[in-house]
Nanobody, 117 residues
Framework: QVQVVESGGGLVQAGGSLRLSCTAS????????FGWYRQAPGKQRELVAD???????SYASFVKGRFTISKDNAKKTVYLQMNSLKPEDTAVYYC???????????WGQGLQVTVSS
Protein backbone atom coordinates (compact mmCIF):
# COMPACT_ATOMS: atom_id res chain seq x y z
CA GLN A 1 0.00 0.00 0.00
CA VAL A 2 1.61 3.21 -1.18
CA GLN A 3 1.41 6.10 1.23
CA VAL A 4 2.20 9.73 0.56
CA VAL A 5 3.07 12.02 3.44
CA GLU A 6 3.42 15.75 2.98
CA SER A 7 4.74 18.28 5.44
CA GLY A 8 5.84 21.89 5.68
CA GLY A 9 2.79 24.00 4.93
CA GLY A 10 1.66 26.89 7.08
CA LEU A 11 1.23 30.63 7.40
CA VAL A 12 3.94 33.03 6.32
CA GLN A 13 4.21 36.74 5.62
CA ALA A 14 4.73 38.01 2.11
CA GLY A 15 8.38 37.81 1.18
CA GLY A 16 8.94 34.84 3.44
CA SER A 17 9.88 31.25 2.69
CA LEU A 18 8.52 27.78 3.22
CA ARG A 19 9.81 24.34 2.34
CA LEU A 20 7.39 21.58 1.46
CA SER A 21 8.30 17.90 1.61
CA CYS A 22 6.59 14.83 0.24
CA THR A 23 7.66 11.26 0.95
CA ALA A 24 6.40 8.11 -0.67
CA SER A 25 6.47 4.82 1.19
CA UNK A 26 5.15 1.31 0.76
CA UNK A 27 6.64 0.72 -2.66
CA UNK A 28 9.86 -0.88 -3.83
CA UNK A 29 9.55 0.68 -7.26
CA UNK A 30 11.44 3.78 -8.26
CA UNK A 31 9.57 7.03 -8.49
CA UNK A 32 9.87 8.22 -12.07
CA UNK A 33 8.54 11.73 -11.79
CA PHE A 34 7.50 14.10 -9.03
CA GLY A 35 5.39 17.18 -9.23
CA TRP A 36 3.86 19.86 -7.06
CA TYR A 37 0.45 21.27 -7.88
CA ARG A 38 -1.67 23.86 -6.18
CA GLN A 39 -5.31 24.79 -6.00
CA ALA A 40 -6.59 28.12 -4.80
CA PRO A 41 -10.23 28.60 -3.74
CA GLY A 42 -12.49 28.75 -6.75
CA LYS A 43 -9.70 27.86 -9.15
CA GLN A 44 -8.57 24.73 -10.92
CA ARG A 45 -5.59 22.73 -9.78
CA GLU A 46 -2.46 23.85 -11.59
CA LEU A 47 1.05 22.53 -12.00
CA VAL A 48 3.68 24.44 -10.03
CA ALA A 49 6.83 22.45 -10.79
CA ASP A 50 7.95 18.98 -11.71
CA UNK A 51 11.12 16.94 -11.83
CA UNK A 52 11.81 13.79 -13.81
CA UNK A 53 14.02 10.77 -13.29
CA UNK A 54 16.86 12.53 -15.11
CA UNK A 55 16.52 15.53 -12.77
CA UNK A 56 15.17 17.76 -15.50
CA UNK A 57 12.90 20.34 -13.92
CA SER A 58 10.18 22.60 -15.18
CA TYR A 59 8.34 25.45 -13.53
CA ALA A 60 5.18 27.40 -14.06
CA SER A 61 5.93 30.94 -15.16
CA PHE A 62 4.39 32.39 -12.02
CA VAL A 63 6.97 30.70 -9.74
CA LYS A 64 10.11 30.78 -11.88
CA GLY A 65 13.03 32.23 -10.02
CA ARG A 66 11.24 31.93 -6.67
CA PHE A 67 10.54 28.22 -6.20
CA THR A 68 12.94 25.29 -6.49
CA ILE A 69 11.97 21.64 -6.79
CA SER A 70 14.43 18.93 -5.81
CA LYS A 71 14.36 15.26 -4.86
CA ASP A 72 16.14 12.55 -2.96
CA ASN A 73 15.67 9.30 -4.83
CA ALA A 74 16.93 7.12 -2.00
CA LYS A 75 14.38 8.65 0.37
CA LYS A 76 11.65 8.78 -2.29
CA THR A 77 11.17 12.37 -1.25
CA VAL A 78 10.54 15.54 -3.21
CA TYR A 79 10.93 19.07 -1.89
CA LEU A 80 9.60 22.44 -2.91
CA GLN A 81 11.57 25.40 -1.62
CA MET A 82 9.39 28.47 -1.89
CA ASN A 83 11.01 31.88 -1.53
CA SER A 84 9.73 35.42 -1.97
CA LEU A 85 6.21 34.23 -1.33
CA LYS A 86 3.31 36.38 -2.43
CA PRO A 87 -0.31 36.47 -1.22
CA GLU A 88 -1.34 35.03 -4.59
CA ASP A 89 0.67 31.90 -3.76
CA THR A 90 -1.95 31.08 -1.13
CA ALA A 91 -3.41 27.69 -2.02
CA VAL A 92 -3.52 24.04 -1.09
CA TYR A 93 -0.37 22.42 -2.43
CA TYR A 94 -0.44 18.81 -3.56
CA CYS A 95 2.41 16.42 -4.17
CA UNK A 96 2.09 14.06 -7.11
CA UNK A 97 4.32 11.26 -8.25
CA UNK A 98 4.28 8.68 -11.00
CA UNK A 99 5.49 5.12 -10.75
CA UNK A 100 6.18 3.82 -14.25
CA UNK A 101 6.24 0.17 -13.18
CA UNK A 102 2.68 0.54 -11.93
CA UNK A 103 1.57 3.03 -14.57
CA UNK A 104 -0.04 4.96 -11.77
CA UNK A 105 -0.12 8.44 -10.28
CA UNK A 106 -0.33 9.08 -6.57
CA TRP A 107 -1.42 12.24 -4.76
CA GLY A 108 -0.67 13.65 -1.36
CA GLN A 109 -3.38 14.85 0.98
CA GLY A 110 -2.65 18.52 0.37
CA LEU A 111 -0.95 21.21 2.42
CA GLN A 112 -2.41 24.60 3.14
CA VAL A 113 -0.03 27.45 2.38
CA THR A 114 -1.25 30.89 3.38
CA VAL A 115 0.73 34.03 2.59
CA SER A 116 -0.37 37.16 4.39
CA SER A 117 0.20 40.64 3.01
Amino acid sequence: QVQVVESGGGLVQAGGSLRLSCTASGTTFSINAFGWYRQAPGKQRELVADIGSSDITSYASFVKGRFTISKDNAKKTVYLQMNSLKPEDTAVYYCNFFIFAEQRNYWGQGLQVTVSS
